[in-house]
């Protein structure tokens, strides 16, 4: 198996997903990144990530109604699966976890 | 659609290496954050980033997938391989006409291919193959170009190496046989005679012995292994003595190994060249054997390292060399250098030491196999597109599956390289069993050629058939792939687009054509060989046995031999005549002193009596007459002709010179063909009193194997050392004229092949045609057309081609025959119309049956079953 284990770019993906809700399309997932970041990404690097995430199960798409706006091309959104939300907690709790072990700086 | 302004060549780049599945989400983005960008930062800048952007989606994820790689050839070539087993399991008739019709003419190309690479092999062995070369001469007789020869003037090397330096020749000469005594047996042994620069640059291999100095001392011999085994077997021979019968004692100076199969030099001995002097102070070699007017029996092997020196060579060799020869005006000769590897298969030179093969009957029978082999690969083409009619609907349904068009061509393109390779196996079948015919069909093959079956050969068999499938299958799938499949699926109307029809007519006929050469060769041929047989050649063929003399005395043998019972006469002769034999003679005419060549045979006197020779004046030999002082001979019709002395018995008492006697004519006989069909009788000359070496025995009983024994009985009690020789005269004839029979199995093979290739093209036509037809042949019955009016419409075509074949196969053959081949016989047959009216009404008749099976059936249809679904 290529792993189930999130890498951080992925990771801040997935967030932005939720983030955005039901809007989640690649244009607002870039937009999000690079507002959230501060860091400008292509649009190839994200659906990389996108296409990762799919295989390992954690997001799953669906394609909306064509709009004129861009030709009447349809848009893709993309939603956390369930095993995504749970990768996605433990990542949280693992570090959350990790931050509590450490000493007290006196 | 692209929205106008995005920049149209990023656009395209990227919708051809986009994965397509992808590009609707991706594009749509990238123009979104385009139009949205444009607003920000204007058009140029908005332009910039997309083509950037485009550029960063080059990555693996977002590339379409090639239909290409190694992976995913294998598992289209896998599904080729299935889907084209499965429609050769289906259409099983087709597949053995095609398969069975492929692999006969394929034999044909392996038996080619086999003996060319046999013969590519022909001295590889040589070390330094690339630097080695033979002295071949083209003796020039009184400004007369002569045959050029293999041999060269024995001192031609030597005088060579005084001139040019780094060079090295070795001095061969041939003809060193005879009878061997070793080591208490008798064996024949056949070798060459080499000087001591043997072993400096041929790659033999000397088991025993010194290389330097074995083949340098007179009377000594080199053995080969196998000679050794069959004599010494386990002792030494080195310092033991042999006997050669007629050279001498030699002495043995060490064992050579066997040379190789594929060498044109080929020995059991070696004897020291040193030896010819002596034997020419004994008599055994003509005085003038080591002239340079002398070009027979001597050969210069010349090795030159690097090949630097050989401008030199041949420089030397074009001015120096032909000023040895004491009277060039009248005789001389010109050089040339021969690579060791181009001697075989090379040029046809005459005097060669070894096996030779020139290269006109591998070209004719490469010619002839490829010819074959495109024939039946025309067939496959032929046949496969008459059963487009079922395979195109299979075609249409893949292509509306989405086939494209290289996959439709893979697909055909395997299916006749399987078919090619299911052919290749039954072949190589058919290559066994052809094998050792084919070699007796080549003269001398036998010595060369060996044609076994080893790995390199069936690599390059499974090359060879690949390729043959290749093209085979090439205008079929070209055509499937090309077919459009509404076109295909529209069964009845796309069979009237089927191109080359003119093209495959025009194949039907060059087939046909081809095959009459064959028949009628065949059949010219045959007549030929019984002419042949049956010619009358002036003198009596049956019940002669030719006993070989060995030596023996001939009184001695004519008293033994007529003890027996079974053998009537015994007479005596030089050689055997009808059989391609002459002897040239050097007479001077004592009227006017002129010298003239003629033929001459050594008789006895009862030879006339013996052989029904007739006498036409004059008188035969007396017994003993001749015997110390040659004084009489007889001479022929032609031969009185010839040099003007009026009627036969005018001729009598003429006197000629003949080896520095005087001889006068005694008797003239009827013409008789001593040589052999091909040549005009020439001047002829019976000599009487020695030189025999066959006993003619008259056999007067009908028991010829007990006769045979009980003669060989006698030779055993007379002669203990030599082995019985003996033929039948007209089995020796027969023998003679093998090369017709020879000729008629190769034409025959031919023919049929050529036959049952073009007959399964023809069927597969009228097949096609009639299939095509059926519609129409429906309407006709139902308007009242009878069945043989339909037969005529549907076969009227077919004999038309097939006619016009003949019209142009017949003259070919009849003029190849009758201005080429046939012309080069004195004595020959005439080509009737019997032979090429038979010929072509068997053609004829083969077409009709092939025809009539389909067109039978066609016109015998109930119109209401074609007629139906209109």
């Known amino acids: ?106 | 659609m692209k929205h106008p302004e995005i920049p149209s060549f990023a656009y395209r780049l990227f919708k051809w290496f986009c994965k397509d599945p992808l590009f609707e989400e991706l594009e749509g983005d990238l123009e979104e954050t385009f139009l949205r960008n444009k607003e920000r930062f204007g058009l140029k800048k908005a332009r910039r980033i997309y083509t950037r952007e485009i550029l960063k989606m080059i990555r693996p994820s977002v590339l379409s997938k090639p239909t290409s790689g190694p992976g995913y050839q294998a598992a289209l070539l896998g599904s080729y391989v299935t889907i084209s087993i499965r429609n050769l399991k289906r259409q099983k008739l087709f597949s053995f006409i095609n398969i069975f019709s492929l692999s006969v003419a394929m034999s044909a190309g392996l038996l080619v291919i086999g003996m060319i690479t046999d013969l590519l092999k022909f001295d590889e062995f040589h070390g330094h193959k690339h630097e080695i070369y033979r002295v071949i001469s083209s003796p020039v007789y009184q400004s007369r170009t002569l045959d050029v020869q293999a041999s060269s003037p024995r001192y031609l090397g030597k005088e060579m190496m005084q001139h040019i330096s780094g060079i090295h020749v070795t001095n061969l000469g041939r003809r060193m046989q005879g009878t061997a005594t070793a080591n208490e047996k008798n064996l024949f042994l056949k070798g060459i005679y080499a000087d001591e620069h043997f072993f400096d640059f041929l790659s033999f291999e000397l088991t025993k012995g010194n290389k330097k100095t074995a083949l340098k001392e007179p009377f000594s011999v080199l053995l080969s292994q196998s000679f050794v085994d069959k004599t010494f077997k386990e002792e030494d021979p080195l310092g033991e003595t042999i006997d050669i019968e007629g050279l001498g004692t030699f002495i043995v100076t060490g064992i050579v190994a066997d040379p190789p199969q594929f060498s044109h030099l080929q020995f059991e001995a070696v004897v020291s060249i040193s030896t010819t002097p002596l034997l020419a102070n004994q008599g055994v070699l003509a005085k003038s054997h080591d002239q340079w007017e002398n070009l027979d029996r001597y050969y210069n092997y010349i090795y030159i390292p690097n090949n630097e020196q050989k401008a030199n060579v041949e420089s030397w060799l074009e001015t120096t060399a032909p000023t040895f020869f004491q009277d060039q005006k009248n005789f001389t000769a010109s050089f040339e250098l021969q690579p060791i590897n181009k001697i075989v298969p090379g040029p046809d030179i005459s005097d060669s030491i070894g096996p030779k093969m020139i290269y006109l009957p591998i070209i004719i029978l490469s010619v002839i196999a490829g010819a074959i082999l495109l024939s039946a690969i025309f067939n496959y083409t032929n046949l496969s597109m008459a059963r487009s009619l079922r395979r195109a609907r299979e075609v249409g349904v893949r292509k509306l599956n989405g086939a494209t068009r290289s996959s439709i061509f893979g697909q055909f393109t395997v299916e006749a390289i399987i078919l090619s390779l299911f052919s290749l196996g039954l072949s190589i079948v058919f290559f066994r069993m052809l094998r050792n015919g084919f070699i007796a069909l080549l003269p001398r093959a036998e010595e060369m050629v060996r044609l076994e079956l080893s790995a390199e050969l069936i690599g390059l068999f499974v090359v060879f058939a690949i390729l043959a499938g290749l093209i085979a299958g090439l205008s079929p799938s070209l055509f499937f792939a090309r077919l459009s499949s509404l076109n295909a699926l529209r069964s009845g109307k796309m069979l009237k687009t089927l191109s080359g029809i003119n093209f495959r007519k025009g194949l039907i006929v060059t087939q046909f054509a081809l095959s009459i050469i064959f028949v009628m060769a065949v059949v010219i041929t045959n007549k030929q060989y019984s002419y042949s047989l049956n010619k009358d050649m002036g003198f009596d063929k049956s019940n002669i046995l030719n006993v070989s003399m060995q030596g023996n005395d001939p009184e001695i043998l004519r008293a033994e031999f007529l003890k027996l019972p079974a053998v009537s006469k015994v007479s005596f002769s030089s050689y055997i005549t009808g059989v391609g034999t002459w002897n040239n003679l050097q007479l001077v005419d004592s009227r006017n002193q002129d010298t003239v060549w003629v033929h001459d045979l050594f008789v006895d006197h009862s030879y006339l009596d013996n052989m029904n020779i007739e006498l036409l004046a004059g008188r035969n030999f007396e017994t003993g007459e001749n015997k110390i002082r040659e004084s009489a001979i007889l001479v022929n019709e032609t031969f009185v002709q010839n040099f003007g002395l009026g009627s036969p018995s005018e001729a009598i008492g003429t006197i000629f010179k003949v080896e520095d006697e005087s001889v006068e004519i005694v008797g003239v006989i009827r013409d008789i063909i001593y040589a052999n069909l091909e040549e005009h009788i020439n001047s002829f000359v019976l000599r009487n009193g020695k030189r025999y070496h066959y006993a003619n025995l008259k056999i007067s009983s009908t028991d010829v194997i007990g006769t045979l024994d009980k003669v060989e009985g006698v030779w055993d009690s007379v002669d203990k050392k030599h082995r019985f020789e003996a033929h039948f005269l007209d089995q020796q004839i027969e023998d003679y004229f093998k090369f017709l029979v020879d000729f008629m199995k190769i034409f025959g093979f031919v023919g049929f092949l050529a036959i049952s290739i073009s007959s399964l093209g023809l069927f597969g036509m009228a097949l096609y045609a009639t299939q095509t037809r059926m519609k129409e042949i429906g309407i006709r019955k139902t308007f009242g057309a009878s069945e043989r009016m339909l037969i005529f419409l549907l076969s009227k075509g077919f004999f038309k081609m097939v006619a016009i074949a003949v019209l142009i196969g017949s003259p070919i053959c009849y003029f190849l025959f009758d201005k080429l081949i046939l012309a080069q016989q004195v004595y020959r047959t005439e080509i009737t119309i019997m032979e090429v009216g038979g010929s072509i009404l068997f053609l004829m008749s083969l077409c009709f049956l092939t025809i009539i099976t389909q067109t039978w059936n066609a016109a015998r249809t109930n119109p209401a079953d074609v007629l139906r679904d209109e």
């Open chain 1, 1 to 106: 198996m290529k792993g189930t284990n999130l890498g951080e770019f992925q990771e801040i993906v997935m967030l932005s997903i939720l983030i955005l809700e039901k809007n989640a399309y690649g244009v607002t997932i870039q937009d999000e990144i690079d507002r959230r970041m501060k860091r400008s990404i292509s649009r190839g690097a994200l659906h990389t990530a996108l296409t990762r995430l799919e295989e390992k199960g954690f997001i799953s798409s669906d394609y909306g109604e064509p709009t004129s706006e861009r030709g009447g091309r349809r848009k893709r959104f993309y939603e956390v699966t369930n095993k995504g939300l749970e990768t996605l907690q433990e990542a949280k709790e693992l570090r959350e976890g990790m931050w509590g072990l450490i000493p007290k700086l006196t």
